[in-house]
C-alpha cells in the first residue's frame, strides 16, 4: 500500500509529534527504552507523560493525539516484530515519518503508557481492530506483562479495566485512524505469509477452536493474580467483572430479561450510589451506567471456545473462597457502596437467578459463599421518581443506547406529565424519539389523563396538542391508523374527553375548518395522489386531536357539498383507524361506530333534501367498498362493515311508516350488490337474515293493497313507484344470498326456514313465491286453487290454497298474476295453459276472461311487473291464443298494406285500450284513487313506450338513412326495388303509429281529469318518431296524405281537456309535413 492510498492526513500532526519524539528521545537517554523493565518506568516516564499532558490541554484534540500515538507506536513495534524493511515502509505506510522519528522502543514502555495517559478506550477499540487470533495474542502479551514483578495495584486495575472495556464495547464504526491501523496491520500480516496484497476484509471470520480463547485467558490471568488482589476496593472491582464475564459467557439469555422500567430503577440506584461517592449526575455518568448495565444483561461479543462453564466456575470459586478465608468479601459501610460493589451485587443475582432457571444446585460453593452477605439482600438505596424522571429524560434527549424504549416509557409514566413548560420543551425538543406509534399512545393516553384533572393551564393545552399532533403527522399512514384506533379507544373525543377551556376548543374548530375548507376549496377533491396524501394527513392531523369532530366534519361535507361524498370517502378509506375497528376482538363500542353516530345525528337534526340522500348513500356505498391497502392483503375490508351500516340504518328503519324507508332500502341494496369473498359466510347471515326477510315480505305485501281506501284500523302509505321496485329488487337479491346460504347447511338453518315459511302465511300468496330462493325445494308452490281451472300444473310440485277472494272463475286472475312474478314462474304459465285453440267458444271465453282479469291486475303491477304481463300478453297474442279482433274505428279509409307483421303491436294497443274503457267505465271507476289512476296511466304510457321500441327494431331509422345514402352505388332497378320495399315498410310503421295515438288519446280522454302527465309525453314520442320516419322515407306520404293525416290527427286532439296539453300536441301535429310534397 502506497502513502497516496492512505486518506488520512498527518500533516498537521507533525509539529505536535516531533514535540513527542523529543520527549521520547530525553527517556531514551535516561533509560534506554529497547531494553526498559517495568520497574524502571518510573525513571523515564516524566518527559514522556509531561509532554502529552501539555499538548492535550485542548480537550478537543485530546483524543485525537493520544490515539495517534498509541497507533504509531503500536504499529512501531508490530512493524519491528515483521521485521519489515526500511524501504518497504517508507513506500507504503502512511505513518512512516512518524514512526521513524521516535527511538526504538519495547512493550513494556507500550504498555506502560497506556496505563499511564488513561488511554484505555483506545487500546480495546484497536485491539478490536485486530484479527481475532491476533487479538488473543496481543491480550496474552498485557497478561504477561501485568503478571511480571513488580505487580502494582495499577497493574491490577488496569487488566479489569481493559477486560470490562472490551466486555463493554458494541460494534461500532471505525474512524480514519482506525481504519488506516485495520490496514496497516492486514498489510504487515499479508507480507508475513508472503502473499500479495489483498483488498482488506473487514468482517473476520468465526473463531475456530483452534484459536486462542479470550474467555480463556482472562479467567486464566484472574485465577494468576487473585491471590495478589488484596485491597477491598480492587477486590470488588475484580469481583465486579469476573462474575459478569462468567454470567455474560455463559449464562446469559439472548434477549434480554430486563423490562426498561427495571433497568431505570437498577440505573437510578448506580445514579444515587454514585453521587455519593462524589459523582456528579450529568450525561457522561448516566452513558456509562447504562453501557455497563447494558453490558452485563446481554451476551459478551466473545464466545468461549476452550474453557468451560465448569472450569470457569471453579477458577470463580477458587479465587472468592480465598478471599473470603482472609475476610475480604465484607463491605464495611453498608449505607454507602461502591459503584463496584453494587455490580457485584448484580452479577451475583444474575447468576444465582441463572442457576434457578437452569436448575443447578443451590449449595454450590459460589452460593455458599456469597448468599449469606447481608450486602447481598440489603436494599441499596431509596428509589426517588424525580431521579427516574432526570435519568429517562437525559437518555431521550442523549440518544443514549435503547432511548427508544425510555421514551416509551417516559410517555406511559402519567406521573411524570406535569404538562408544564419544561414538559412540553422537552417533548418539542426531542419530537424524533416519540415517533413511535406505541409511544405516541402512552404519551396521547398520559396526557388526556392529565388533561381530565383540569389542572392544565389553557396555554399549555395549546402548545401540548401542537406538540403530539407534530409529532402524529410525522408517522408513517400505516402507524398514524393504529394511532388512531388507540385514540378511539381512550375516547372519541380524543384531547377533547374532558371540560376543555373554551379558547382550546376555538382554536381547533379553527383549524378543523381551515383543513377542510382547503380540501374543499382544491376543487371538491385531490386529483393525484400527491394532493390525496396532503388532504389525508390534513385529516389525519386533526382526526388524531378530536376524532368525532373530524368525523362528523367529513360527514357533513359528504353530505352537504355536491360531489364531496368521493373525495371524504376515499380520506376514510385510507384512514381506516378511525373506524375503531382494532386488531384485537375486545374493541370499545364506543369508538366502533362513530361514523354510523355521526350519520344518524345529521339524520335526525337535519332535513335532507333528495340530492343530500343521494350523496349520503354514494358516501357510505362507497365506505362499504373493500380496499386493498398494500399489495398481497387478501382479506381487504371496507372503512365501514356492510352489517354494520345493516344494523344502524337498516333494521331500525324498516317500517311501514318510517320516513327514510327508501334511504334504508338503497343502503341494503347497496351493501347486498358488494362482492363476497367465497369460502366464509356471508356477512348477511350476521344480521338477522329471517327476520329481515319476513319485514321486507311485510313492506311488499303492504304495497299490494297500496290503492284500498283507509280505514280507522288500516292506513296505507303510498310509496313511489321506484321503491317499490327496489322493495323488490332487495326482497328478491336478499332472498337469492340466504337461499345460497340456506342450502351450503341446510340443517343450522331449518328451524328458522320454517319460522319464515309459518310467518309468511298470513301475507298475499305471491309473497312467497319472490322468497322461492330461499325454500328451495323444501316446500311446493302454493297457489289459489281457482289457478288449477285454467292451468294444468303437477300435482307433486304445487297444491292449492282456498282463499276466499279467489272464488269461483277467478283462475285467470291468479294466472295474469303468477306471470307478473318472474320469467320461470311465467313460462310455467305459458307452458302448462289449459286452453284448447281447436274450439272457438273457448278461445273467446279465455280472450275475455283474461281482459277482465288484465283489468283487475293491472292497477296492481309495478313497472317490472307490468313488463312481464306485457311480455307474457305478447307470446299470447303471437301463439294465436289470445284472439284480439281489430276494427277500424280510427281509420277514414282501409289502407291496402300487408299489416300481418305489425299485428302484435295493433293486437295490443287495441287490447289495452279496451282493458282502459272497462276499467273507466261506471262499474269499475270508483276502484282508484286519483294517485291510483296517474299509476294505471304511467303503466299504459310504459307499454306505449314499449310498443314504439319494437317499431324501431323492425325498422331502423339510423339504417335506412345509411340506406339511403347508399343507393347511388346501386342500379337503377334494384335501387326502386329498395325503395318500393322502404316505402312500403315505411307506410306501414306509420299507420300503426297512428293507430296507437288515437288508442293512446281515446285513453287519456276516458282518465279522469283527463290529463295524465306520462299520457302526454308518450303522445309526444308517436309523433316525433312520427316525423322521423316521413323525414327518412319521403316517399312514404304523399303530401295529401300527410294532410289528410294532420286533419285526422288534430279531430282526435280536439277531445282532450287539458287546454296546455291540446295546444302542444296540435302544434306538433302542425309539423307533420311530407318532404315530398
Known amino acids: 500500500m502506497s502513502k497516496n492510498k492512505c486518506s488520512l492526513d498527518y500533516s498537521k500532526m507533525n509539529k505536535e509529534f516531533a514535540v513527542i519524539q523529543g520527549a521520547f528521545l530525553s527517556a531514551n537517554r535516561i533509560v534506554p527504552l529497547c531494553s526498559l523493565q517495568k520497574a524502571d518506568w518510573d525513571k523515564v516516564c516524566d518527559p514522556i507523560l509531561e509532554t502529552i499532558q501539555e499538548i492535550t490541554q485542548n480537550k478537543g484534540r485530546a483524543e485525537e493525539v493520544k490515539k495517534t500515538l498509541v497507533c504509531v507506536a503500536w504499529l512501531k513495534l508490530l512493524s519491528a516484530e515483521e521485521d519489515e524493511s526500511i524501504e518497504v515502509a517508507w513506500k507504503e505506510s502512511p505513518i512512516f515519518s512518524?514512526?521513524?522519528?521516535?527511538?526504538?522502543?519495547?512493550?513494556?514502555?507500550?504498555?506502560?503508557?497506556?496505563?499511564?495517559?488513561?488511554?484505555?478506550?483506545i487500546y480495546t477499540r484497536l485491539l478490536l481492530c485486530l484479527p481475532p487470533s491476533q487479538l488473543c495474542s496481543e491480550v496474552e502479551r498485557l497478561v504477561e506483562h501485568i503478571r511480571r514483578s513488580p505487580v502494582r495495584e495499577e497493574d491490577v486495575t488496569f487488566f479489569f479495566d481493559v477486560w470490562w472495556e472490551l466486555w463493554t464495547c458494541k460494534d461500532f464504526h471505525k474512524d480514519s485512524t482506525e481504519e488506516m491501523f485495520t490496514q496497516e496491520v492486514s498489510r504487515m500480516s499479508s507480507k508475513a505469509i508472503k502473499q500479495p496484497a489483498k483488498r482488506l476484509k473487514l468482517d473476520f471470520p468465526d473463531q475456530t477452536t483452534s484459536n486462542p480463547d479470550l474467555v480463556n485467558i482472562f479467567f486464566c490471568a484472574f485465577r494468576n493474580l487473585g491471590a495478589q488482589i488484596t485491597q477491598p476496593k480492587l477486590i470488588f472491582k475484580a469481583l465486579s467483572v469476573s462474575i459478569n464475564a462468567l454470567y455474560t459467557a455463559y449464562l446469559c439469555a439472548p434477549?434480554?430479561?430486563?423490562s426498561t422500567k427495571e433497568k431505570l430503577e437498577i440505573l437510578s440506584e448506580i445514579a444515587t450510589i454514585r453521587e455519593k461517592n462524589n459523582e456528579k449526575l450529568g450525561p457522561k455518568?448516566?452513558?456509562?451506567?447504562?453501557?455497563?448495565?447494558?453490558?452485563?444483561?446481554?451476551?459478551?461479543?466473545?464466545?468461549?471456545?476452550?474453557?468451560?462453564?465448569e472450569d470457569a466456575l471453579q477458577i470463580m470459586v477458587d479465587v472468592a473462597y480465598n478471599w473470603n478465608c482472609n475476610g475480604l468479601l465484607e463491605v464495611e459501610d453498608k449505607s454507602n457502596i461502591s459503584y463496584s460493589e453494587f455490580k457485584s451485587k448484580l452479577g451475583l443475582q444474575n447468576v444465582f437467578a441463572a442457576f434457578h432457571k437452569t436448575k443447578r444446585s443451590k449449595d454450590t460453593p459460589l452460593c455458599s459463599i456469597f448468599e449469606p452477605k447481608d450486602w447481598m439482600t440489603q436494599k441499596n438505596v431509596d428509589l426517588l421518581p424525580d431521579v427516574c424522571a432526570e435519568i429517562a429524560r437525559t437518555i431521550i434527549s442523549q440518544k443514549m443506547d435503547d432511548y427508544q424504549n425510555f421514551a416509551l416509557l417516559f410517555a406511559d409514566e402519567e406521573s411524570w406529565a406535569t404538562c408544564d413548560e419544561n414538559y412540553i420543551d422537552f417533548l418539542e425538543t426531542n419530537q424524533s424519539a416519540f415517533r413511535e406509534q406505541n409511544t405516541l399512545i402512552k404519551l396521547t393516553q398520559s396526557i388526556v389523563g392529565k388533561f381530565s384533572s383540569g389542572s392544565v393551564d389553557v396555554s399549555h393545552y395549546r402548545k401540548l396538542m401542537k406538540v403530539t399532533a407534530d409529532i402524529f403527522s410525522a408517522l408513517s399512514l400505516d402507524d398514524k391508523n393504529k394511532v388512531l384506533a388507540a385514540v378511539m379507544r381512550i375516547s372519541k373525543r380524543g384531547f377533547f374527553g374532558s371540560n376543555v377551556p373554551s379558547a382550546v376548543t376555538t382554536s381547533f374548530e379553527r383549524e378543523l375548518n381551515m383543513a377542510f375548507n382547503c380540501i374543499i376549496q382544491?376543487?371538491?377533491?385531490?386529483s393525484t395522489a400527491s394532493n390525496l396524501n396532503t388532504a389525508v394527513s390534513l385529516v389525519a392531523r386533526v382526526a388524531f386531536q378530536n376524532p368525532e369532530a373530524a368525523v362528523k366534519a367529513m360527514c357533513n361535507s359528504a353530505i352537504s357539498n355536491k360531489g364531496s361524498f368521493h373525495i371524504m370517502a376515499k380520506m376514510l378509506q385510507q384512514l381506516p383507524g378511525l373506524s375503531g375497528r382494532a386488531s384485537d376482538s375486545n374493541q370499545d363500542a364506543e369508538g366502533k361506530d362513530l361514523l354510523c353516530s355521526c350519520v344518524k345525528d345529521i339524520i335526525k337534526t337535519k332535513q335532507m333534501s333528495q340530492d343530500e340522500k343521494e350523496q349520503l348513500v354514494k358516501f357510505l356505498s362507497l365506505l362499504m367498498q373493500p380496499v386493498v391497502m398494500t399489495e398481497g392483503d387478501g382479506g381487504a375490508e371496507g372503512f365501514l362493515l356492510p352489517q354494520t351500516v345493516i344494523c344502524a340504518f337498516?333494521?331500525?328503519?324498516?317500517?311501514?311508516?318510517?320516513?327514510d324507508l327508501e334511504l334504508s332500502l338503497r343502503l341494503l341494496h347497496s351493501a347486498l350488490c358488494l362482492d363476497h369473498q367465497g369460502g366464509a359466510s356471508h356477512w348477511v347471515m350476521l344480521c338477522s337474515p329471517f327476520p329481515l326477510l319476513y319485514v321486507l315480505a311485510q313492506l311488499h305485501n303492504h304495497t299490494l293493497r297500496r290503492w284500498e281506501p283507509p280505514t280507522d284500523l288500516h292506513r296505507v302509505s303510498v310509496w313511489s313507484?321506484?321503491?317499490?321496485?327496489?322493495?323488490?329488487t332487495v326482497l328478491s337479491t336478499l332472498g337469492s344470498v340466504v337461499g345460497a346460504e340456506v342450502a351450503k347447511d341446510p340443517d343450522t338453518w331449518s328451524r328458522a326456514l320454517f319460522w319464515l315459511y309459518n310467518k309468511t302465511e298470513e301475507l298475499d300468496w305471491t309473497v312467497r313465491f319472490l322468497l322461492k330462493p330461499v325454500w328451495g325445494s323444501h316446500f311446493k308452490n302454493e297457489v289459489p286453487a281457482s289457478l288449477f281451472a285454467v292451468c294444468e300444473l303437477p300435482e307433486q310440485e304445487w297444491s292449492g290454497l282456498d282463499l276466499p277472494q279467489y272464488g269461483l272463475g277467478t283462475g285467470l286472475l291468479a294466472w295474469t298474476e303468477c306471470c307478473c312474478i318472474s320469467d320461470s314462474l311465467q313460462f310455467t304459465m305459458l307452458s302448462h295453459l289449459s286452453l284448447d285453440q281447436s274450439k272457438p267458444d273457448h278461445l273467446g271465453m279465455f280472450s275475455k276472461g283474461l281482459m277482465v282479469a288484465l283489468t283487475q291486475t293491472l292497477p296492481c303491477c309495478s313497472f317490472s311487473q307490468w313488463s312481464l304481463l306485457l311480455q307474457a300478453l305478447r307470446a299470447l297474442i303471437d301463439s294465436g291464443r289470445l284472439h284480439v279482433p281489430f276494427s277500424l274505428e280510427y281509420c277514414d279509409y282501409l289502407p291496402l298494406l300487408d299489416?300481418?307483421?305489425?299485428?302484435?303491436?295493433?293486437?295490443?294497443?287495441?287490447?289495452?285500450l279496451r282493458v282502459f274503457q272497462l276499467l273507466c267505465g261506471s262499474s269499475c271507476s270508483d276502484w282508484l284513487s286519483r294517485d291510483g289512476w296517474g299509476h294505471v296511466g304511467a303503466l299504459y304510457a310504459h307499454a306505449v313506450r314499449d310498443m314504439i321500441g319494437s317499431l324501431k327494431t323492425k325498422?331502423?331509422?339510423?339504417?335506412?338513412?345509411?340506406?339511403?345514402?347508399?343507393?347511388?352505388?346501386?342500379?337503377e332497378k334494384d335501387q326502386r326495388k329498395t325503395e318500393e320495399r322502404e316505402s312500403v315498410l315505411s307506410q306501414e310503421v306509420l299507420f300503426v303509429l297512428s293507430q296507437i295515438y288515437c288508442h293512446v288519446q281515446h285513453v287519456q280522454v276516458l282518465l279522469p281529469g283527463g290529463q295524465c302527465e306520462q299520457l302526454f309525453l308518450s303522445s309526444l314520442e308517436l309523433l316525433s318518431h312520427y316525423a322521423a320516419v316521413m323525414g327518412v322515407f319521403p316517399w312514404s306520404c304523399s303530401a295529401l296524405e300527410s294532410d289528410n293525416t294532420r286533419h285526422f290527427f288534430t279531430t282526435i286532439t280536439e277531445n282532450l281537456q287539458n287546454q296546455e296539453m291540446k295546444s302542444v300536441l296540435q302544434q306538433k301535429i302542425s309539423q307533420l309535413v311530407s318532404s315530398s310534397a
Open 98 to 121: 512518524l514512526q521513524n522519528g521516535l527511538p526504538e522502543f519495547n512493550w513494556v514502555v507500550f504498555l506502560e503508557l497506556i496505563r499511564s495517559i488513561t488511554s484505555i478506550n
Open 285 to 309: 455518568m448516566i452513558a456509562e451506567s447504562l453501557k455497563d448495565l447494558n453490558t452485563i444483561q446481554r451476551p459478551c461479543r466473545f464466545k468461549p471456545l476452550q474453557l468451560k462453564f
Open 650 to 659: 337498516v333494521l331500525p328503519n324498516l317500517a311501514v311508516h318510517s320516513v
Open 899 to 912: 299489416l300481418r307483421s305489425f299485428a302484435c303491436e295493433l293486437r295490443l294497443s287495441v287490447l289495452l
Open 721 to 728: 313507484m321506484d321503491t317499490q321496485e327496489l322493495l323488490v
Open 522 to 526: 382544491g376543487g371538491g377533491g385531490p
Open 255 to 258: 434477549e434480554p430479561e430486563v
Open 955 to 971: 325498422l331502423p331509422l339510423s339504417a335506412a338513412a345509411t340506406g339511403s345514402a347508399n343507393l347511388v352505388k346501386e342500379s
